[in-house]
């Protein structure tokens, strides 16, 4: 069965970076769209960035850009999401989410499968 487990969360400082790693299972990573997003406390979950079927096209909320970086390696069926230059606004709970479909999907009613989520902390 679709299985996507993420890890790699933590306690940052402002300024530092991670990277979050989403083991998928279960499907070929080549024809599904994956995305992070990520959920604090009393808000939406909103859709951080996004890599199409065949690693064709990334996507990036404007809160983002220029800091965050999606890519996949498919020998290890694993989409990363690099995090650079981190605030204290990134702090959330961020989840990797998979659907078999083309395009930029960047809402969460638009993915079938989703991981158990890691915690990310940006705090001095």
């Known amino acids: 069965q679709v299985q996507l487990v993420e890890s790699g969360g933590g306690l940052v400082q402002p300024g530092g970076s991670l990277r979050l790693s989403c083991v998928t299972s279960?499907?070929?990573?080549?024809?599904?769209?994956i995305a992070w997003f990520r959920q604090s406390p009393g808000k939406e979950r909103e859709g951080v960035s996004c890599i199409t079927v065949f690693g064709l096209s990334t996507y990036y909320v404007d809160s983002v850009k220029g800091r965050f970086t999606i890519s996949r390696d498919i020998a290890k069926n694993t989409v990363y999401l690099q995090m650079n230059s981190l605030k204290p606004e990134d702090t959330a709970v961020y989840y990797c989410a998979a659907v078999k479909k083309y395009g930029i999907l960047i809402y969460r009613a638009e993915y079938d499968y989703w991981g158990q989520g890691t915690q990310v902390t940006v705090s001095s």
């Open positions: 279960g499907f070929n990573l080549d024809y599904y769209a």
